[in-house]
């Protein structure tokens, strides 16, 4: 089956930063999650964070928030400490909420725009602006 809706990474200083388009298929998801941990692998030798910007998301079947699951304690487990969420919908917020109950070494937090979620990471000392 075809990949549907789309993503795109990029690493700045020891933040992933990860921007989400349209609606995801379990296609999407497996191999956002492959490349999530192949970029991690660059900048996991000291704390990290991740970006999450789904300001131009538009959700995702059910079954991927098992992938999801696994991939943040693949995070809890190879040095994140951060994680900041741009969200355009309060139902985003409410599944990555429950999704992070895993993130128990990472400070995660909820930001309305990219410019908070960006000041908070350079803050943390883990983002270049």
Same mark, same amino acid.
């Given at each position: 089956? #075809?990949?549907? +809706? ?9 933040? =992933?930063?990860?921007?989400?388009? +349209? ?11 492959? *490349? ?16 999450? %910007? ?5 959700? &995702? ?7 999801? %699951?696994? =991939?943040?304690?693949? +995070?809890?487990?190879?040095? @994140? ?8 919908? &309060? ?5 990555? *909420?429950?999704?992070?109950?895993? #993130? ?9 725009? #990219?410019?908070?979620?960006? *000041?908070?990471? %350079? *803050?943390? +000392?883990?983002? @270049? @602006?």
């Amino acid at each position: 089956m #075809l990949e549907h +809706g789309s993503f795109s990474m990029e690493i700045n200083a020891q933040t =992933l930063i990860i921007r989400c388009y +349209g609606a995801w298929n379990i296609q999407t998801v497996i191999r956002m999650c492959q *490349e999530y941990k192949e970029h991690v692998n660059s900048i996991s030798d000291s704390p990290w964070a991740c970006l999450v %910007d789904f300001t131009q998301w538009e959700l &995702s079947t059910p079954e991927m928030w098992e992938h999801i %699951d696994e =991939l943040n304690e693949w +995070g809890n487990a190879n040095n @994140q400490k951060f994680e900041a969420v741009v969200c355009s919908l &309060s139902i985003q917020k409410h599944l990555m *909420e429950i999704s992070h109950d895993v #993130l128990t070494n990472v400070d995660a937090r909820f930001f309305d725009n #990219l410019t908070q979620a960006y *000041e908070w990471l %350079d *803050e943390v +000392g883990v983002y @270049q @602006q």
